[in-house]
């Protein structure tokens, strides 16, 4: 029975997902509000941090130094602490929310937890969904960056579409 309605709710987020009205997509993230018709507004304050940090990892600072700068001028992390931590910095410069597009199930339940989705199901890319922060151009640099500095030898990055 249990697992008959867990089969069901995925099948309902998946309709979504294809139909392109998924509540999901207009979940809100740091340097974003949700309007009062539910979809993704900019919010000024946030969305100038999000551009100095890509702009500062860009200019070669590592995820420890961003985040030592952030707290140094007192700007709360996006779960509203003092800190921000590299985890949280890495997760936001691999966000496509910030040149406007959503992309959903980048991650699926087996159940006890959430796994990558790289290939296993369909993903759903929404473009021109919201208002972008930052240009297609500055996210793809950061994304080549990133895969550069990683130890992870032989991968290769694909540009936003």
């Given at each position: 029975m249990r697992i008959e309605k867990s089969e069901t709710i995925k099948a309902g987020l998946r309709a979504g997902f294809q139909s392109g009205h998924s509540k999901m997509a207009a979940r809100k993230c740091y340097g974003y509000d949700s309007g009062s018709d539910g979809k993704l507004?900019?919010?000024?304050?946030?969305?100038?941090?999000?551009?100095?940090?890509?702009?500062?990892?860009?200019?070669?600072?590592?995820?420890?130094?961003?985040a030592a700068g952030l707290e140094k001028q007192n700007i709360a992390s996006p779960t509203g602490k003092p800190k921000w931590n590299r985890e949280a910095i890495d997760k936001l410069l691999s966000n496509e929310k910030y040149v406007g597009q959503v992309l959903l199930q980048k991650t699926i339940s087996t159940g006890a937890s959430q796994i990558k989705n790289d290939g296993i199901c369909n993903r759903y890319l929404y473009s021109e969904h919201h208002s972008a922060i930052i240009s297609d151009e500055v996210f793809n640099k950061v994304q080549a960056e990133k895969l550069r500095r990683s130890n992870q030898k032989g991968l290769s990055f694909s540009p936003l579409p």
């Open positions: 507004m900019i919010n000024q304050e946030e969305a100038a941090v999000v551009a100095w940090i890509f702009q500062w990892y860009l200019a070669g600072d590592s995820l420890g130094r961003i």
